[in-house]
């Protein structure tokens, strides 16, 4: 298994990201089958304000992002970013396998919004709110 390395923009984006969520994406990153970017994890009220504005996100002022509960995880192939909205599914599914085994491994509990109902968004990995409120 190939061993991942988080690039400094990940690292960066991992700041103010709450620790117990930080060891899961760390750890996930040691077992993973492939690379990922984190692309976002703690948020301004006006980055999620801008993110809303352009359909991206959903929520403004209860999103997980602006308390450090959330992050953003981006597939890597081949040293790309995959930033299009036609990635196909099994990345994103290596990367949530990952995380579950990792938070499992670490007794942390997430959600993924790739198992959502009303809006699915594969990106996004939080803390569950039942046990991590705000």
Do not use: C
């Not at 690039?7 to 103010?16: R, Y």
């Not at 899961?24 to 304000?49: H, M, N, P, Y």
């Not at 990792?102 to 569950?128: M, P």
Request: hydrophobic letters at 40%.
């Amino acid at each position: 298994m190939r061993k991942f390395k988080f690039s400094k923009s990940s690292l960066d984006n991992l700041k103010g990201v709450n620790l117990h969520l930080v060891r899961v994406v760390s750890r996930a990153l040691e077992i993973t089958t492939i690379d990922f970017w984190v692309k976002d994890g703690l948020r301004t009220l006006q980055e999620q304000i801008a993110y809303k504005k352009k359909g991206t996100s959903k929520v403004t002022t209860t999103g997980r992002h602006l308390t450090g509960h959330a992050v953003d995880l981006h597939p890597v192939v081949d040293g790309h970013i995959l930033l299009d909205k036609d990635i196909p599914s099994i990345y994103f599914d290596k990367i949530a396998d990952a995380m579950f085994q990792a938070a499992k491994e670490l007794d942390i509990k997430i959600v993924w919004g790739g198992n959502w109902i009303s809006i699915v968004d594969k990106y996004h990995f939080e803390l569950d709110r039942n046990k991590y409120p705000a």
